[in-house]
């Protein structure tokens, strides 16, 4: 017992061994799911690439590509946040591992079982769940990757529109070029401006989230 009246256990060797070789497993599968988030972005990085290419390959050339390559960006996002949420289980064991397994041995050579943190490690294992809501795997995804690409996007769109096929040179000439068929070129910008703002704010949101979170939580769980 210790002075605060819980009981200490001690780990075997063998033990010891098997939490090491579990840090493993969690690390290569950490891993392998960081590697998936990669390829995600990737995918949005060359769709934007190819739009870009097709809608800046001649004055004439339509914007449409740049309008259009949103979707697939906003698919990509889908994917990758549902796969973080995945990533984010093996990243949130291996760093509970981390500070409450080989940081406390390597300090003072002590585990600390008292805090009871193999009993949570348990718990997750018994029952998995995620650690994180799909609008914050959103909102960091969005911070991390996709607000870069969106930005890239944006940018290219209203540039092709102001100087092609010609320097525009009034308001109306601008929005007449964003016409779209029958949509009228307001209600298509209109409609982007509404995409970028919905990526800001989820963006923005997820950002006091985590700071919350960092502020609120009393343990190194991810």
Known sequence: ??????????????????????????????????????????????????????????????????????VLIVFFLMLEARRYRFFNVWRARCRWLETHFFAPMLHDGDLHMEEGWQKILAEDYWTPHYHVSMRTALGRRIRRNYLWILLIQAAAYVGKLLVHPKPVES?????????????????VLGLGALYCVVFCVAALMSYRSDMRRARARGSSMG
């Open 171 to 187: 308001l109306s000439q601008f929005i007449s070029r964003a016409e779209v068929g029958p949509v009228p070129g307001i209600v």
């Open 1 to 70: 017992m210790d002075g605060a009246g819980k009981e200490r256990k001690e780990l075997s060797a063998a033990e010891i061994g098997a939490l090491s070789h579990l840090y493993r497993g969690e690390v290569y599968r950490s891993t392998i799911w960081r590697t998936r988030l990669d390829t995600s972005t990737n995918w949005a990085v060359v769709t934007l690439g190819i739009a870009l290419t097709i809608s800046f390959a001649a004055p004439e050339a339509s914007p449409l590509p740049l309008v259009l390559v949103g």
